[in-house]
């Protein structure tokens, strides 16, 4: 059974940082792209970055480049997503996911997600 499992989300000031982790599971972690996405109240799910395979080739939505960094590390089968320069609006619910397509939305498995508020 495949299973995604987020944490690391909580409540930031302006310009804080936060790092989410997502531990995988239930598949070959190593062999498939991963996606970390997002949907703010009231608005649908928007792509925030991905990563290939190995790790070698990362992506992000214009919003966030710059500020975000993802990665892996296979051996642990653990995807990370470093923010940095938080603002108000990248309060969201923050997803992981395993990739169909890279770098859009498209997925076929998606953990729970771990709450990101960004507030003074």
């Known amino acids: 059974e495949v299973q995604l499992v987020e944490s690391g989300g909580g409540l930031v000031e302006p310009g804080g940082s936060l790092r989410l982790s997502c531990a995988a599971s239930?598949?070959?972690?190593?062999?498939?792209?991963m996606s970390w996405l997002r949907q703010a109240p009231g608005k649908g799910l928007e792509w925030v970055s991905g990563?290939?395979?190995?790790?070698?080739?990362?992506r992000y939505a214009d919003s966030v480049k710059g500020r975000f960094t993802i990665s892996r590390d296979n051996a642990k089968n653990t995807l990370y997503l470093r923010m940095n320069g938080l603002k108000p609006e990248d309060t969201a619910v923050y997803y992981c996911?395993?990739?169909?397509?890279?770098?859009?939305?498209?997925?076929?498995?998606r953990g729970q997600g771990t709450q990101v508020t960004v507030s003074s």
């Open positions: 990563i290939t395979s190995f790790g070698d080739i990362t």
């Open positions: 239930g598949f070959t972690f190593g062999s498939r792209a």
């Open positions: 996911a395993r990739a169909t397509s890279t770098w859009s939305t498209q997925y076929d498995y």
